[in-house]
């Protein structure tokens, strides 16, 4: 079982809303401000990008779900904040002291924005883990979907793919493992693969028999056939 | 272990969410922990700076050097790193060209992973409950939605963004666009065309 967040295939939400070509990249400031907040708390080395995905996530169903976008980044950031023992519930209730904060130091300041923009956070490792597929082989997805290291952990194999048979793409090299780095028990790279899946094999009613689904996985998410 | 507390600590901070930022910035600032200068910095790098004219140069050059598209398709990030962009959420590129037989489209169905070094932060639209939930059932649906009718001889292909490789589409190059420069052909690429809910504009 995963969680509110695993929606591919989904049915009930609506149409799409295609935005016009001029729509500003922030429609509000606080978006902008949003973004911009989580970018900066994240340089204060707390956390990596597959907790703070984690964070998202383990929003209640009823917040995702009610929440919009920024706001669901800018409440788990709070939650984050509070979980990793850099603010308080007191700080966040309105209680907080102005004494220098030990993590001062590593405050991301406004000259270093472009350099840190700039390095990113690659996620290629070297491994000792082989790659036991090879290009056109056919696998399938573990099932269910599931963070097999922790219950109720973070993964990032989706629901609609669980089980489901494919072809491995192409090899993206060693990256590190979200079910493990999302919970502080390593890196632990391994081969990630595109596997491509038909259309028919993932959905009862597929609109044309000819059309796929790609979907990046790590080789703990595939069995072969 | 995950932390399913049902008293999570963002209820503390006001519900309205531009005063929910505004608190959590305001905590963080007296505490030295953030820089509104470097916010405004941040802000300021992907609403100017960063955003689908540096993919639609990508494209553009794809389409007018055979030897860049050769190299594009083979290492999509030493080939865009070579133009200057690179960077957060840009790490390991992988670019996906159109055919007559194949259309490319890309999504993130778990969360909102997108090029950001080569199209900017991602529209709404690409965020929504809408298109993550059904793009990957129904792309030929989803694509009526955006006004694209493919050839029923054109098969779709769906790129789940579910690690850090971003995906780029190269859009076939329209009709009518020989011989046009590098300058003419970077302004029939749209962003939605590079994301494949769009195609490239023919040239008028």
Redesign the interface.
């Known amino acids: 079982m995963t969680r509110v967040h695993d929606m591919g295939g989904r049915f009930g939400d609506g149409p799409v809303k295609p935005d016009d070509a001029d729509a500003p990249t922030f429609t509000t400031d606080w978006h902008a401000r949003a973004l911009a907040v989580t970018l900066a708390c994240g340089a204060l080395g707390q956390w990596n990008i597959d907790i703070s995905r984690h964070a998202r996530e383990r929003l209640s169903p009823r917040d995702y779900t009610g929440f919009s976008y920024y706001e669901k980044w800018i409440s788990a950031l709070a939650d984050l904040l509070v979980e990793r023992g850099v603010l308080t519930k007191a700080d966040l209730a309105g209680q907080a002291d102005d004494t220098a904060h030990p993590l001062a130091s590593k405050m991301l300041e406004a000259n270093a924005v472009a350099s840190a923009l700039a390095l990113g956070g690659p996620a290629e490792r070297d491994s000792k883990v082989r790659a036991n597929f090879s290009i056109g082989q056919a696998v399938s997805c573990r099932h269910p979907a599931a963070n097999h290291l922790v219950n109720g952990g973070h993964t990032r194999l989706p629901a609609y793919a669980a089980g489901a048979r494919g072809y491995i793409l192409r090899l993206h090299g060693s990256h590190v493992l979200p079910d493990s780095n999302a919970h502080d028990l390593g890196e632990a790279p391994e081969p990630l693969y595109a596997v491509r899946f038909a259309a028919s094999e993932l959905w009862a009613h597929p609109e044309h028999a000819d059309d796929q689904v790609i979907l990046d996985l790590w080789q703990c998410y595939l069995v072969p056939l | ?4 507390d ?1 008293d ?3 209820a ?2 006001p519900p309205d ?2 005063l ?6 305001t ?2 600032t ?6 509104p ?7 300021d ?3 100017n700076k960063i ?1 689908p004219q540096n993919g639609a140069q990508v494209v553009a050059r794809a389409w007018h050097d055979p030897e860049f598209r050769a190299a594009l398709l083979q290492d999509a990030t030493a080939a865009v790193t070579d133009l200057g962009y ?7 590129m ?1 670019a996906v060209e159109n055919t007559p037989d194949l259309h490319n489209m890309v ?1 993130c ?4 992973c997108y090029p950001w070094p080569l199209l ?2 991602p ?3 690409y ?16 694509l009526a ?2 006004g694209v009718t493919l050839p ?1 001889n054109t ?11 971003r995906y780029l589409v190269i859009p076939m190059r329209p009709e009518g666009s020989e011989g046009l420069d590098l300058d003419a052909l970077v302004a029939l690429v ?3 065309s590079m994301i494949g ?1 769009g195609l490239a504009q023919v040239p008028k």
């Open positions: 272990m995950p932390h399913d049902p999570h600590p963002h503390l901070l969410p531009a929910r930022v505004k608190a959590l910035e905590i963080l007296r505490k030295g922990l953030i820089d200068a470097a916010l405004d910095e941040i802000i790098t992907y609403q955003g690179f960077g957060r959420q840009g790490e390991h992988v999504v169905t778990l969360c909102s900017g932060i529209p709404a639209w965020k929504s409950d809408a298109y993550r939930a059904r793009v990957v059932r129904e792309p030929r649906k989803v939605e955006f029923a098969a779709v292909r769906v790129w789940d963004s579910t690690a850090e490789v749209t962003r939605d809910t």
